[in-house]
């Protein structure tokens, strides 16, 4: 079985669950920047219509279109979440409504909380892949564990609480009868 697999979301552990974490996309700079580019927006908007440059309907479809937009930017950073879970099964990762990611931990060489650079190390938070293959899933913060399998992969995992996921997937790996990672 692969280390990580796309999986449906109803296998997640659930209350069985070892760890269970969720982290919220709700960072007052990021809704800050983006009030800001709204208001920018609005802004340009106002003075091309006074100058007469855009006809009042064709401003009115584009101011609501733009803001719309902001609109829903804001809404969806709002509720975008990331859940991070440690069962019996491994390590589960679900972002973004259906969308999760399962790491069985068969090949797991090591797991270890660590403070690490998003934006110097992967290029920002979220979902990323760098160059030489590593890859992080992460909300806001620069605190996590950073899985490395036999294989050579590497894994950060952004959590608020790093010493507690490691240590869950330490249990996981020795209820399989492995040292700890």
Do not use: N
């Amino acid at each position: 079985m692969p280390a990580e697999r796309r999986a449906p979301r109803r296998e997640r552990p659930g209350p069985q669950a070892l760890f269970t974490e969720v982290q919220w996309m709700r960072h007052p700079l990021l809704q800050g920047s983006l009030a800001v580019s709204a208001l920018v927006s609005a802004a340009i908007l106002a003075g091309l219509a006074l100058r007469g440059a855009i006809s009042p309907a064709a401003l009115t479809g584009l101011a609501g279109g733009v803001l719309g937009l902001h609109l829903v930017l804001v809404l969806a950073f709002w509720f975008a979440s990331m859940t991070t879970e440690v069962g019996a099964d491994g390590l589960w990762i679900t972002c973004l409504l259906p969308w999760s990611r399962h790491f069985t931990l068969e090949d797991l060489a090591e797991a270890r909380p660590e403070t690490y650079h998003p934006v110097r190390e992967f290029g920002g938070w979220g979902y990323r892949v760098t160059w030489s293959g590593k890859r992080v899933y992460s909300v806001l913060g620069s605190r996590g564990v950073r899985l490395i399998f036999t294989d050579g992969r590497e894994v950060m995992i952004g959590s608020r609480r790093p010493e507690e996921l490691a240590r869950a997937i330490g249990r996981v790996v020795c209820l399989r009868g492995r040292r700890r990672p």
